[in-house]
């Protein structure tokens, strides 16, 4: 079949697939509109030194101090993907997570090293009180490990995480782009639905 053919099929059936993609497109629209309200979170982790030790040798000032903090940092990250950290930290500030299965607890915060002593994670949440919980609990689970690492490691490593404010903004929906692109692939889908179509009826 030639352009020309398949050009004069779209032009015969345009309305349907105008349809097609007025329908996709405000589909789209309908459902973001009754999505629920979500809240974005930005909280830094900063890493510094509890105590330093007063020793000749300087264990862990200075260049070690460093380069255990940028192994902690690196712990952190992975710490936030802990199904045993995220559980904990969601009943600390008693909030439900609705954790269906173990892959839902890993993907609850996103955590990324920015620099050997400065940890980002991000998290969303269903409203802003929920946000500042969750976010105190996080600084708390997170406190508990270096603790216990402290313990482990006779008071060589002492490290203490803290932060600013959480800075949580609410999530924008994108509700008439995303309509646009639905309608774009409307039209797409009703293009296809037309030759489908054309294809059983010949």
Request: net charge positive; glycine share 4%.
């Amino acid at each position: 079949m030639e352009l020309k053919a398949y050009i004069k099929i779209i032009k015969k059936d345009y309305k349907l697939i105008f349809a097609v993609a007025f329908v996709v497109a405000f589909s789209t629209f309908i459902f973001l509109s009754l999505q629920p309200t979500r809240y974005e979170t930005s909280l830094s982790l900063l890493l510094s030194k509890d105590k330093s030790q007063q020793t000749d040798d300087f264990k862990y000032d200075g260049y070690y101090a460093l380069k255990a903090s940028e192994t902690l940092a690196d712990s952190i990250t992975q710490w936030a993907k802990s199904p045993e950290l995220v559980n904990a930290v969601y009943q600390k500030a008693e909030v439900d997570g609705g954790f269906q299965n173990l892959k839902s607890y890993s993907k609850k915060f996103s955590a990324k090293k920015m620099s050997p002593q400065f940890v980002e994670v991000k998290f969303e949440t269903k409203n802003i009180k929920e946000a500042e919980k969750i976010s105190v609990a996080i600084i708390a689970e997170m406190n508990n490990k270096v603790q216990k690492i402290e313990e482990d490691s006779n008071g060589e490593i002492a490290f203490l995480i803290s932060n600013k404010n959480p800075i949580i903004i609410q999530k924008q929906k994108n509700i008439f782009s995303n309509s646009l692109i639905g309608f774009i692939s409307g039209i797409i889908l009703g293009i296809f639905f037309v030759f489908f179509k054309r294809y059983f009826s010949s």
